[in-house]
């Protein structure tokens, strides 16, 4: 994966009706470590990072590039959404195009948040790069994120096996300009 390619960043933060989507600062880190060293958040994505390993690699301000977001709640980090390039995807058809991903607190599940960051993040999306369709890859297993999925208007193009597990690629199409 790599960034998106010429864009303004940072964007200023994204405002919808309960969050907060901006660029990480150091007061981020111990959240970030907290999601990536979780067992539950990574149940789908081969299991948790290892916590010591992150203390001790996780760089002050994490996650600080382009397409990266952080996910904030009343002041406090609850989610990260990732919009990358699948420069090396592993499906032809998802190569080269603009990536959907995001990892979110087990206290933050249940309450529509990932659904309102990522639409956040993919109207963003849709302003800086028109006409860009997006992907979105998911275990089949992973009913909410298939349910997501859906929800943001991806389809199937296809379901594969990668990493032991069923694999879905979704795909968004390109937004339509407003007349």
């Known amino acids: 994966m790599s960034h998106l390619g010429p864009i303004a960043w940072p964007p200023e933060p994204i405002k919808t009706e309960r969050l907060v989507l901006r660029e990480s600062e150091a007061r981020d880190r111990a959240a970030f470590i907290d999601l990536l060293?979780?067992?539950?958040?990574?149940?789908?994505?081969?299991?948790?990072?290892?916590?010591?390993?992150?203390?001790?690699?996780?760089?002050?301000?994490?996650?600080?590039?382009?397409?990266?977001?952080?996910?904030?709640?009343?002041?406090?980090?609850?989610?990260?959404?990732?919009?990358?390039?699948?420069?090396?995807?592993?499906?032809?058809?998802?190569?080269?195009?603009?990536?959907?991903g995001y990892l979110f607190m087990p206290q933050a599940w249940g309450f529509g948040y990932a659904a309102e960051a990522c639409t956040a993040a993919l109207d963003w999306f849709d302003g800086v790069l028109p006409g860009e369709p997006v992907v979105l890859t998911t275990q089949s297993a992973n009913v909410a994120s298939m349910r997501l999925a859906a929800k943001l208007g991806f389809t199937e193009v296809e379901r594969f096996e990668a990493w032991d597990a069923e694999q879905w690629l979704g795909m968004r199409p390109p937004a339509t300009p407003a007349a």
């Open 37 to 100: 060293a979780s067992p539950e958040v990574h149940t789908y994505l081969g299991g948790p990072h290892a916590r010591d390993k992150l203390e001790r690699e996780t760089p002050e301000v994490p996650e600080r590039w382009p397409g990266s977001f952080v996910v904030e709640l009343d002041g406090a980090m609850i989610g990260q959404i990732l919009l990358r390039r699948a420069t090396e995807h592993r499906r032809p058809a998802a190569a080269g195009k603009a990536d959907l």
